[in-house]
């Protein structure tokens, strides 16, 4: 079973930048897609971006396109949001996702296994 941890969450200042990383701790989603989201207090948690298991294939929802980056090293069972131009309206607690199928997707329904979060607080 995939256990997902994520890191490397903080506060920092408009247009710093930050790279979250999320690791399986049972060393399992090689062959998986895996992906972010983010929650705003008092809004609904929203998908962030997604890369399928080779690496191949990556979206991102419009707001982060050209800021974040995801990636993954299968070696370490790690993937990483490298996040750039960070904008006070990314403040958010930060999820790692994972699924079972081999379509990267946005829905938050379609991932089997959600790590306990990062928080991102980015102040003006």
């Known amino acids: 079973q995939v256990q997902l941890v994520e890191s490397g969450g903080g506060s920092v200042q408009a247009g710093d930048s930050l790279r979250l990383t999320c690791a399986d701790s049972?060393?399992?989603?090689?062959?998986?897609?895996l992906g972010w989201f983010r929650q705003a207090p008092g809004k609904e948690r929203e998908f962030v971006a997604a890369?399928?298991?080779?690496?191949?294939?990556?979206d991102y929802t419009d707001s982060v396109k050209d800021r974040f980056i995801i990636s993954r090293d299968n070696a370490k069972s790690t993937v990483y949001l490298q996040m750039n131009s960070l904008k006070p309206v990314d403040t958010a607690r930060y999820y790692c996702a994972a699924r079972t199928g081999t379509l990267v997707r946005a829905d938050e329904r379609s991932y089997d296994y959600w790590g306990q979060g990062t928080q991102v607080t980015v102040t003006s």
């Open positions: 049972k060393r399992t989603f090689n062959t998986i897609v």
């Open positions: 890369i399928s298991w080779n690496g191949d294939t990556t």
